[in-house]
Protein backbone atom coordinates (compact mmCIF):
# COMPACT_ATOMS: atom_id res chain seq x y z
CA UNK A 1 0.00 0.00 0.00
CA UNK A 2 1.14 3.41 1.02
CA UNK A 3 4.16 3.58 2.85
CA UNK A 4 6.61 2.07 -0.35
CA UNK A 5 9.33 4.46 -1.63
CA UNK A 6 8.77 6.03 -4.90
CA UNK A 7 11.69 6.98 -7.73
CA UNK A 8 10.57 9.74 -9.65
CA UNK A 9 10.89 8.83 -13.40
CA UNK A 10 10.21 5.05 -12.78
CA UNK A 11 6.79 3.91 -13.16
CA UNK A 12 4.96 2.62 -10.10
CA UNK A 13 4.05 -1.32 -9.58
CA UNK A 14 1.44 -1.91 -12.84
CA UNK A 15 1.63 2.06 -13.87
CA UNK A 16 -0.24 2.35 -10.44
CA UNK A 17 -3.60 0.20 -11.88
CA UNK A 18 -5.14 -2.17 -9.48
CA UNK A 19 -7.52 -5.05 -9.30
CA UNK A 20 -10.68 -3.01 -8.50
CA UNK A 21 -9.95 -0.10 -11.29
CA UNK A 22 -7.57 -1.11 -13.84
CA UNK A 23 -7.67 1.30 -16.00
CA UNK A 24 -6.60 3.93 -13.56
CA UNK A 25 -2.75 4.39 -13.96
CA UNK A 26 -2.17 6.54 -10.48
CA UNK A 27 -1.86 6.02 -6.74
CA UNK A 28 -3.99 8.58 -4.74
CA UNK A 29 -2.44 10.30 -1.62
CA UNK A 30 -5.26 10.49 1.47
CA UNK A 31 -5.28 13.15 3.56
CA UNK A 32 -7.14 11.22 6.26
CA UNK A 33 -3.79 8.85 6.90
CA UNK A 34 -1.06 10.54 4.38
CA UNK A 35 -0.88 7.12 2.71
CA UNK A 36 -0.96 6.55 -1.04
CA UNK A 37 -3.28 3.88 -2.40
CA UNK A 38 -4.47 3.09 -5.95
CA UNK A 39 -8.11 3.24 -5.27
CA UNK A 40 -10.58 4.02 -2.31
CA UNK A 41 -11.48 0.59 -2.04
CA UNK A 42 -7.81 -0.56 -1.75
CA UNK A 43 -7.74 2.28 1.23
CA UNK A 44 -11.36 0.62 3.08
CA UNK A 45 -9.21 -2.38 2.46
CA UNK A 46 -5.65 -1.46 3.77
CA UNK A 47 -7.11 0.56 6.71
CA UNK A 48 -9.63 0.73 9.61
CA UNK A 49 -10.68 4.50 9.41
CA UNK A 50 -13.10 6.45 7.67
CA UNK A 51 -11.56 7.78 4.25
CA UNK A 52 -11.48 11.23 3.44
CA UNK A 53 -11.11 12.21 -0.34
CA UNK A 54 -7.89 12.22 -1.72
CA UNK A 55 -6.44 15.22 -3.33
CA UNK A 56 -2.90 14.31 -4.48
CA UNK A 57 -1.93 11.68 -6.74
CA UNK A 58 0.91 9.69 -8.12
CA UNK A 59 1.61 9.55 -11.50
CA UNK A 60 1.91 5.61 -12.70
CA UNK A 61 4.29 6.32 -15.53
CA UNK A 62 6.81 8.50 -13.97
CA UNK A 63 5.94 8.93 -10.27
CA UNK A 64 5.43 12.48 -10.11
CA UNK A 65 3.38 13.51 -6.60
CA UNK A 66 0.41 16.34 -8.19
CA UNK A 67 -2.93 17.64 -7.58
CA UNK A 68 -5.53 15.31 -8.81
CA UNK A 69 -6.51 15.64 -12.43
CA UNK A 70 -7.61 13.30 -14.99
CA UNK A 71 -3.35 13.45 -16.47
CA UNK A 72 -0.38 14.06 -15.70
CA UNK A 73 0.98 17.59 -15.61
CA UNK A 74 4.76 16.48 -15.69
CA UNK A 75 4.29 13.72 -18.24
CA UNK A 76 1.12 14.22 -20.07
CA UNK A 77 -0.46 10.98 -19.97
CA UNK A 78 -4.13 10.12 -19.40
CA UNK A 79 -4.05 8.84 -15.95
CA UNK A 80 -7.97 8.14 -15.48
CA UNK A 81 -9.80 5.88 -17.95
CA UNK A 82 -13.29 4.32 -18.63
CA UNK A 83 -12.76 0.39 -19.14
CA UNK A 84 -14.63 0.72 -22.52
CA UNK A 85 -12.59 3.55 -23.60
CA UNK A 86 -8.95 3.02 -21.80
CA UNK A 87 -6.91 4.39 -24.06
CA UNK A 88 -9.38 7.95 -24.26
CA UNK A 89 -9.14 8.51 -27.80
CA UNK A 90 -12.01 9.66 -29.68
CA UNK A 91 -13.14 8.49 -32.88
CA UNK A 92 -15.87 10.04 -35.54
CA UNK A 93 -17.44 6.50 -35.96
CA UNK A 94 -21.06 7.82 -36.21
CA UNK A 95 -20.74 11.05 -33.84
CA UNK A 96 -23.04 13.41 -34.85
CA UNK A 97 -23.85 11.00 -37.36
CA UNK A 98 -21.31 11.84 -39.55
CA UNK A 99 -18.98 9.14 -40.22
CA UNK A 100 -15.35 8.78 -40.72
CA UNK A 101 -16.13 7.16 -44.23
CA UNK A 102 -13.30 8.96 -46.76
CA UNK A 103 -15.69 9.05 -49.81
CA UNK A 104 -12.95 9.42 -52.27
CA UNK A 105 -11.38 6.64 -51.36
CA UNK A 106 -15.10 4.26 -51.34
CA UNK A 107 -16.25 2.05 -53.42
CA UNK A 108 -17.90 3.79 -56.84
CA UNK A 109 -20.90 0.39 -56.21
CA UNK A 110 -21.33 1.66 -52.18
CA UNK A 111 -24.75 3.31 -52.36
CA UNK A 112 -23.16 6.08 -49.20
CA UNK A 113 -20.93 7.60 -51.45
CA UNK A 114 -23.26 9.45 -53.34
CA UNK A 115 -25.75 9.74 -50.99
CA UNK A 116 -27.19 13.88 -50.20
CA UNK A 117 -25.22 14.44 -53.90
CA UNK A 118 -28.87 14.35 -55.49
CA UNK A 119 -30.28 16.92 -53.67
CA UNK A 120 -31.12 20.00 -55.36
CA UNK A 121 -32.44 23.76 -54.28
CA UNK A 122 -35.43 25.44 -56.13
CA UNK A 123 -34.11 28.47 -57.78
CA UNK A 124 -37.85 29.45 -58.83
CA UNK A 125 -38.53 31.47 -55.52
CA UNK A 126 -35.61 33.89 -57.26
CA UNK A 127 -37.05 33.97 -61.14
CA UNK A 128 -41.11 34.18 -59.97
CA UNK A 129 -40.80 35.46 -55.75
CA UNK A 130 -41.53 34.49 -52.68
CA UNK A 131 -44.81 31.91 -52.28
CA UNK A 132 -48.32 33.79 -51.39
CA UNK A 133 -48.52 32.21 -48.13
CA UNK A 134 -44.89 32.32 -47.05
CA UNK A 135 -43.32 34.26 -43.82
CA UNK A 136 -41.18 36.37 -46.50
CA UNK A 137 -44.53 37.99 -48.33
CA UNK A 138 -46.59 38.37 -45.18
CA UNK A 139 -43.61 39.66 -43.07
CA UNK A 140 -43.34 42.50 -45.84
CA UNK A 141 -47.03 42.64 -46.59
CA UNK A 142 -47.54 43.65 -43.00
CA UNK A 143 -44.84 46.17 -42.72
CA UNK A 144 -45.98 48.15 -45.81
CA UNK A 145 -49.30 48.31 -44.64
CA UNK A 146 -47.93 49.96 -41.05
CA UNK A 147 -46.17 51.80 -43.30
CA UNK A 148 -48.92 53.28 -45.02
CA UNK A 149 -50.97 53.88 -41.98
CA UNK A 150 -48.21 55.60 -40.67
CA UNK A 151 -48.18 57.77 -43.81
CA UNK A 152 -51.73 58.66 -43.93
CA UNK A 153 -51.74 59.92 -40.05
CA UNK A 154 -49.12 62.42 -41.42
CA UNK A 155 -50.85 63.41 -43.76
CA UNK A 156 -54.03 64.02 -41.84
CA UNK A 157 -51.76 65.83 -38.77
CA UNK A 158 -50.42 68.37 -41.45
Known amino acids: GGGA ?3 V ?3 LPGHGACKHYRHSYRWLRFPCCGMRFPCD ?3 EEGTDHEMKWATRMVCGFCSVE ?4 PECKACGRKLAAAAANPLGKTTRFWEGG ?4 DVRRMNRNDPHKYRG ?16 WSKELKAGGQQGQRQGQQRQRRDSDE
Not at 66 to 69: A, L
Not at 117 to 132: D, L, N
Open 5 to 7: VLQ
Open 9 to 11: GLP
Open 41 to 43: LCH
Open 66 to 69: QPVS
Open 98 to 101: GGCR
Open 117 to 132: KSKTQSAKSTRVGPKA
